[in-house]
């Protein structure tokens, strides 16, 4: 069993800044086989990739969010981060932490999401 707290999500104003982190628990051997990401779904729309850092490191992001977003991980700790500077109010969404096996794609794993609103 594997579990994926969230944690870090609110109401910021357009321009603010917010960062999301995700601690993984449970049956994850070596974290260094995973590879880790953000996913948003905002109302009406389907979930869509945000960022994703790669088990070696490489990452990659949505146009969107380019040069605002930061995506870094710890595999010590197990825990993937998003740090969200000059946020807009089309990155309201609810942002869903994503881990999944870089061969063994079974095993894929989601938080529970948390909120973000981005409202003057």
């Known amino acids: 069993q594997v579990q994926l707290v969230e944690s870090g999500g609110g109401s910021v104003q357009p321009g603010g800044s917010l960062r999301l982190s995700c601690a993984a628990s449970?049956?994850?051997?070596?974290?260094?086989?995973?590879?880790m990401g953000w996913y948003r779904q905002a109302p009406g729309n389907q979930r869509e990739l945000v960022a994703r850092i790669m088990s070696g490191g490489g990452t990659s992001y949505a146009d969107s969010v380019k040069g605002r977003f930061t995506i870094s991980r710890d595999n010590a700790k197990k825990m993937v981060s998003l740090q969200m500077n000059s946020l807009k109010p089309e990155d309201t969404a609810i942002y869903y932490c994503s881990v999944r096996h870089r061969i063994i794609l079974s095993y894929d794993y989601w938080g529970q999401g948390t909120q973000i609103t981005v409202s003057s």
């Open positions: 449970g049956s994850i051997r070596n974290i260094y086989d995973y590879n």
